[in-house]
Every structure is written in structure tokens, then in C-alpha cells.
């Protein structure tokens, strides 16, 4: 059974930053895109940061210049590097492997790890 373990996060003030990782547990993460999601109270999961097969990357247009997604395949990990924090970027961030076209995913979700902002 795969396990998504998410950490790192924590309090940051507006324009400080946050580093995340994933360890992935029951599965290779090579040859697979992973990518990074939150959810904010009251509103739904979106995708934020996506990495492929080949390091190629993917952002949306709320977090691109400020997030910086990676991988390290010898340790099953995924990290997340965010700058320039916002008071919108908090909520819960999970990681998961995306499907095609970045939609959908391929395991149960994680805990997540929590991130909140001070202004």
C-alpha cells in the first residue's frame, strides 16, 4: 500500500518561505510525475506544482516564480520550495502523483502537512 508523508510545514510571515518534502512509502517514484496540492479552509484541493519523468515542470499561473517543485528518486522524495509567501498560500498541501494532463491522481491522499501565513 503506497503512503504519502508530507512535512515541513509550519508559520512563515508574508514574503518568507517554506521548504516541503514528501517521502513516498510502497512504491517507486521513478518514471512517475509527482506533484504538490493545497486546500485552503472551505475551499477545494488545487494543484500547485507538478514535476515529470524527465524534471520537466509545471506551475499555475497563482504560484509560478514563487514555488519550485523537485525530486530525488534515490530517496522517493518530492520537495516542494516556496519563496515569497502569500497570505493565500496557506492551507494543507498534500502530494500526490498526477495523471495525464495533470489531472486526477494516482494514490489516497496523505496527511498533508499544514502552512500558515502572518501578514
Known amino acids: 500500500q503506497v503512503q504519502l508523508v508530507e512535512s515541513g510545514g509550519g508559520a512563515a510571515q508574508s514574503g518568507g518561505s517554506l521548504r516541503l518534502s514528501c517521502v513516498v512509502h510502497?512504491?517507486?517514484?521513478?518514471?512517475?510525475?509527482m506533484g504538490w496540492y493545497r486546500q485552503a479552509p472551505g475551499k477545494q484541493r488545487e494543484f500547485v506544482a507538478g514535476?515529470?519523468?524527465?524534471?520537466?515542470?509545471h506551475y499555475p499561473d497563482s504560484v509560478r516564480g514563487r514555488f519550485s517543485i523537485s525530486r530525488d528518486n534515490g530517496v522517493n522524495t518530492v520537495y516542494l520550495q516556496m519563496n515569497n509567501l502569500e497570505p493565500d498560500d496557506a492551507g494543507v498541501y498534500f502530494c500526490?502523483?498526477?495523471?495525464?494532463?495533470?489531472?486526477?491522481?494516482?494514490?489516497?491522499w496523505g496527511q498533508g502537512t499544514q502552512v500558515s501565513i502572518s501578514s
Open positions: 500526490n502523483s498526477p495523471l495525464g494532463n495533470w489531472q486526477g491522481v494516482r494514490y489516497d
Open positions: 510502497g512504491t517507486t517514484i521513478r518514471g512517475k510525475a
Open positions: 514535476v515529470g519523468p524527465s524534471v520537466a515542470t
